[in-house]
């Protein structure tokens, strides 16, 4: 099976992971309107080619936040990676290093902080977080991340509640019981691991812009937020200080009805007019 | 078979009920292009999420009339609800209680309304009439529902005559012999029952915006126009005195080619000025 | 099989006539994107529905260049009857006759004009003409039907050439032997009627406004020209004395390409100033 | 099989051509929208057709750059016409010359220029040229053809590089070995030809503007060049003193979501204000 263009890796995925693995990975919230456009969206997109450019020397070499990277194509922070390979997120580590990208690891990795970082020595990493009830438990990863050579905190902005994925509530997902959110083990209390391998209403839907301050003051990393789909959400980033927003519906797994990613018609000079301050716009 | 979503409820719906059910249930007029429209429509909403609220307290609470109910969701008159269920309206009733909501029961229903407003007692309900040619059937239906603490009175207004359902007629759609429309029990001579439980043309299509000045004589109840689809509509509902429209095109049984309720243009500031009028939007 | 609407006809006649007569009355010209587009156009049509109103009496009826008809729907002129039914075109004018609405009977009818007006005595119709590069057998139709009480001459102006129907081409369309085109029986020489059961090349590709003037010498009755789709050719109409203009893509059977019928954007001004004059729109 | 349009030769191709040489033909870059949008965009032109105009003469004559052709369709540089016909491109030259219009021949034709201007002689004709990294063989190409009498040099402007034309690398495409590019036979050093039937990377993609300054130098030819798509290109062919464009998307195999080439809203008014300049729209 030749693998050709993405649409391939998705028919193999699709053909050889069980199906409750594949139906989490493909999950949108609800009718799936908002994953389905996501991808609609970019098949709308039109270009108009000019011709008899000298194109004999290409580089598409760019920056985020200061930092090189070789293509403008960065890893978003996705969960479960074991479920689809028993190297988990060390595997994709490795990957992004050899790309020479941006890999940030999810607060929901079947691999730890460590082993992820040690899988990957010197590549560029960010560290996505989800901010839990227990603020204790989030400090420690915010920390542990900073001193394990992450270069940057994103911390998702649009899952106060997570999405209905219709499949995932049919299926009765869970983990399977070999695999573990390594870096909240010992986190939580009781043995009720229903949500997605957390004890059920976990996160903190009360988390408002003046927690932003709160994550500064835990850390010297950029902070960038990642959920930003409304001009003036991208001007409360910048009023608050934050180094950088991604553009995310998440891959339209939390609010079925936002926009497509890239159709968002946000104005997006607020968030581009410092130099320092990074803009991403991001498939999940 | 999980019951996750509404679709599924159909989809159990589709699979467990008679064909003659089912076909009644899901029937649009004619072409069906407004039924299918008004779920389209829907599809094509977006929203314009913002991030880092405080969302850990939620309330859904709203007012309809000045009665509290627990979500913004109520229950469109529909008949014949012993064709889904032996308990018919009667289940219907307790759900809607139990859910803190407003049920609207239907003039077409296979409970009395004796046998309604005794299952839930204390749930808040609305009686919707259909005016027939003979009216001291009408008359006697709204002073029943008033008399049995039903508290408003809904006034269907876009069915003079019955839509072709076309499953319907090449069904030969017809109550079976066990249920009876038992509110409207002995309300007509002879036997002919062929149009939906009642003799063929028993309705009455010469009902003007004058008949409101009638019902009101009848009655202290709040009365709703239900089946406003223009503006014009809306500023004679006001006009005339009523307390509340709803906006609906009957699920798309009545006018095929009439605009989905949720896309309906309307200007909706005649009839939503005075607070104690009411406006809600119908799927039914 | 229950006859609910036009789609169960359809159905019908596609299972029940050879496949070679089924695919002459189904056909669109080319890619069929005309005809498709005629039957989408009617579905994006949408009411603004008024409630409330005393519809009680409803009268359909109307009139045509003066000569009422009991609903605005008329018969437009289609060839070959016998296909469908052994009693060709006598059934179609006793259908009309019976529904009291116009019926335009075909130069290309397999009944002959004295066929179809003895069929229904006192039936309400036109006759429609296809000029011929031999005038006289056009002269002879009109004067034929004029004698035989037809009120109306119908000239149909898009067919200079006849369209390109694929399945025709493909089945080698050709009128069994059994059929003739009764009203140019004798008209033509030599045994060629490969062409839709005419000679190829029979019909007058040179036909233009003047000829208006050369039919009205032929005949008192009022000229009405089928298949105008623009402004224009509405206005060269008025100003050629016409008394009628049927807006018609020809069912999407002559050039493929040309706006739906029902969503032709002309300005109907020119054409329906004058009192007697009139204005169909032509599924056909 | 009644070839009867364009698409009956589709289907016959498909069905009778090995699946690797169909693919090769009917394919697109990437998720092939550009291909697909082609099409539908002709699909969606209206026509405002004008009846009763005397059409008994047509005459779909004109001309292109001088040359007069038979109706305003040319035959658009393709290659390896040997894997559909034995005969290869000389049959193509017989066709069009049979049909009295325009062929250009390709730079990977089966055939040799000699062999193609043999089989039709006197036929009207443009060569049509990729420039390679060994100019040598792109200067000699040109002044063979004008030596043989072409009387068009056609520059491609959008093949840089290759596009990414899923099947044909998942077919590992290959020309059969019985097959060779004639006109390239020779041209370069090594056995390498896994790209189309050449060296990987002999196309040379620092052509620019300047370079039709070198063709100038090389031929007395008009030069026009093909895969313009944006009015600021138009101008500059305009300026750079081309005598004609090709408004091309290369039929979709190039770039993915170039717009459709009916469709291109170009303003024109810069590549058709010399007389003696041509203007074409291609399919491929």
């Excluded at 998705?10 to 139906?23: G, M």
């Excluded at 990676?81 to 290093?97: F, I």
């Excluded at 500064?216 to 934050?242: F, M, N, Y």
Aim: net charge positive; with cysteine; proline share 5%.
């Amino acid at each position: 099976m030749a693998m050709v263009c993405l649409l391939d890796f998705e028919a193999y995925a699709e053909k050889y992971l069980p199906k409750i693995a594949w139906d989490f990975f493909a999950a949108g919230a609800d009718e799936c309107s908002t994953r389905d456009e996501n991808i609609l969206a970019y098949k709308r997109i039109r270009f108009r080619p000019r011709m008899l450019r000298d194109v004999s020397m290409l580089d598409t070499r760019t920056k985020i936040l200061g930092t090189e990277i070789s293509f403008p194509v960065g890893i978003a922070p996705t969960g479960f990676h074991q479920l689809a390979c028993p190297d988990g997120e060390k595997s994709t580590a490795r990957a992004a290093k050899a790309m020479g990208t941006c890999y940030i690891a999810s607060t929901y990795s079947t691999c730890s902080l460590e082993e992820i970082a040690a899988a990957a020595p010197g590549g560029f990493r960010w560290f996505q977080l989800y901010i839990h009830r227990n603020r204790a438990v989030s400090r420690q990863l915010v920390q542990q991340a900073e001193a394990l050579g992450f270069q940057g905190l994103v911390l998702t902005a649009d899952l106060p509640y997570t999405g209905k994925r219709r499949n995932d509530v049919r299926n009765g997902f869970q983990l399977p019981p070999h695999m573990k959110l390594k870096n909240l083990e010992g986190a939580f209390e009781g043995n009720d691991r229903s949500e997605y391998g957390l004890p059920p209403n976990s996160l903190d839907p009360s988390v408002t812009w003046d927690d932003i301050y709160w994550l500064r003051s835990l850390t010297h990393l950029p902070i960038i937020i990642k959920g930003i789909l409304t001009k003036e959400d991208a001007e409360l980033a910048v009023r608050h200080g934050v180094q950088g927003i991604i553009v995310s519906n998440h891959g339209g797994r939390q609010l079925d009805g936002a926009p497509a990613t890239v159709s968002e018609k946000m104005d997006h000079s607020s968030g581009t007019k410092s130099g320092n301050r990074g803009y991403c716009q991001c498939s999940r």
